[in-house]
T-cell receptor, first 114, second 112 residues
């Protein structure tokens, strides 16, 4: 399927477990982003990547790890899940140098940490 | 320190009337502003944008106004339709930084 996809769409896990959220885009966009959406906080940037093997922290990166070995994939790992990481996670991609606004978002992953 | 602020968590309007969503920013480096729309259980989608060299951008029923001196932008929806009911996020970007900074969002409800 063309576009940007996230898996799983829903995940329940327990405190202390490692969880990986997957993100895949088919446009070969250079830039990819991970956000979390929480009530009262809007969308907050967790990590971003300008290209394969280039990643950088956003404003709420503690407890998260990312990798980008291939342009099209940008997995987000919670190394040891905590209840405060219960949230909806959105992945996005863009080709910034062409048009700023084309930051396309995936459908989201709803994560519950018990 | 919140650099993009949407001070109204929610707004309710009647169908056919104007909806005005407001956004304030503090970072003078921001030079491009965007509005995203989000329906429940979906990712945000781009709606309209404006460059800091302009004060108005229009796209159909949607118009964004920018007041640089006040560091304020607003989104006008005329006429409002029930399908416009969604959360609207204001976002900003500046300089060589390709990261978007989002506001907390405003839930718009358009009543039939």
């Amino acid at each position: 399927d063309a576009g940007i996809t996230q898996s799983p769409r829903y995940k329940i896990t327990e405190t202390g477990r490692q969880v990986t959220l997957m993100c895949h885009q088919t446009w070969s966009h250079s830039y990819m982003f991970w956000y979390r959406q929480d009530l009262g906080h809007g969308l907050r940037l967790i990590y971003y990547s300008a290209a394969a093997d280039i990643t950088d922290k956003g404003e709420v990166s503690d407890g998260y790890v990312v990798s980008r070995s291939k342009t099209e994939n940008f997995p987000l790992t919670l190394e040891s899940a905590t209840r405060s990481q219960t949230s909806v996670y959105f992945c996005a991609s863009s080709e910034f140098r062409t048009t700023v606004e084309t930051q396309y978002f995936g459908p989201g992953t709803r994560l519950l940490v018990l | 320190d919140q650099q993009v602020k949407q001070n109204s968590p929610s707004l309710s309007v009647q169908e056919g009337r104007i909806s005005i969503l407001n956004c304030d920013y503090t970072n003078s480096m921001f030079d491009y502003f965007l509005w995203y729309k989000k329906y429940p259980a979906e990712g945000p989608t781009f709606l309209i944008s404006i460059s800091s060299i302009k004060d108005k951008n229009e796209d159909g029923r949607f118009t964004v106004f920018l007041n640089k001196s006040a560091k304020h932008l607003s989104l006008h929806i005329v006429p409002s339709q029930p399908g416009d009911s969604a959360v609207y996020f204001c976002a900003a970007i500046g300089g060589s930084n390709y990261k978007l900074t989002f506001g907390k969002g405003t839930l718009l409800t358009v009543n039939p």
